[in-house]
Structure formats: C-alpha cells, structure tokens
Nanobody, 126 residues
Framework: QVQLVESGGGLVQAGGSLSLSCAASGRTFSTYAMGWFRQAPGKEREFVAGASWSGVSTYYADSVKGRFTISRDNAKNTVYLQMNSLKSEDTAVYYC???????????????????WGQGTPVTVSP
C-alpha cells in the first residue's frame, strides 16, 4: 500500500506551464503503475497520463498528448506531471493514483487504481 500527496497546483495563464509532483510513501513505490487523473467542475474524473511500474511505458490522453509529460523518480518515490501549453480546458483538480503492484502496462481507468492522493487544483485563465 502507498499514500500519495500531490503538490504544485495553482493559477496559470493559458500557454503557461506547471509541474505537479506526487510524493509516495513506502519502499515498494517502483512496483506500482502510476497515473494522473483530473476532474473539472460538472465532469467525471478522467485519465490524463500514466507510467508503468517499470518506468518504460507511458500513455497519455489524446487531449494532452504533446503538451504533458509524466515521469517518475523511483529513488525519490515521486511521480511528476509536467504541463506545458496549458489551456483553459485543463482547469481541474488533479489527482495522482497508484495501481496494484506489478500491473502490466499503463491502466487508464479509475477502477484500475487502488490508491489516490487528495488532489491539487489547477486553474488556467484565458
């Protein structure tokens, strides 16, 4: 099991950048596939990006491809989401999540993740 804490959210103008961090507890962080999700007002939580437990594979929602980058530093028990060229549509509360140990590939649905952070809000102004 892991505990996750997001940070780095805030207010940014469209076209700007933000970097989110998710700090995880435990010594088995490297065995979990990690994902970023977001939830905008009036919308359901949606997948944004994910990284396999091996760190080799990543996967992105079509809406953020080419703009967002997920990375992980297992030595620091941290996963990051670098967000560039932000748009107003990116405004949401962003959550990081951890999948079961040694899950193959990159899960893309909420039900495939067992552990969640508290969320960090991102607001992109026009």
């Amino acid at each position: 099991q892991v505990q996750l804490v997001e940070s780095g959210g805030g207010l940014v103008q469209a076209g700007g950048s933000l970097s989110l961090s998710c700090a995880a507890s435990g010594r088995t962080f490297s065995t979990y596939a990690m994902g970023w999700f977001r939830q905008a007002p009036g919308k359901e939580r949606e997948f944004v990006a994910g990284a396999s437990w091996s760190g080799v594979s990543t996967y992105y929602a079509d809406s953020v491809k080419g703009r967002f980058t997920i990375s992980r530093d297992n030595a620091k028990n941290t996963v990051y989401l670098q967000m560039n060229s932000l748009k107003s549509e990116d405004t949401a509360v962003y959550y990081c999540a951890a999948a079961p140990p040694y899950r193959v590939g990159v899960p893309t649905t909420s039900s495939e993740y067992d552990y969640w952070g508290q969320g960090t809000p991102v607001t992109v102004s026009p």
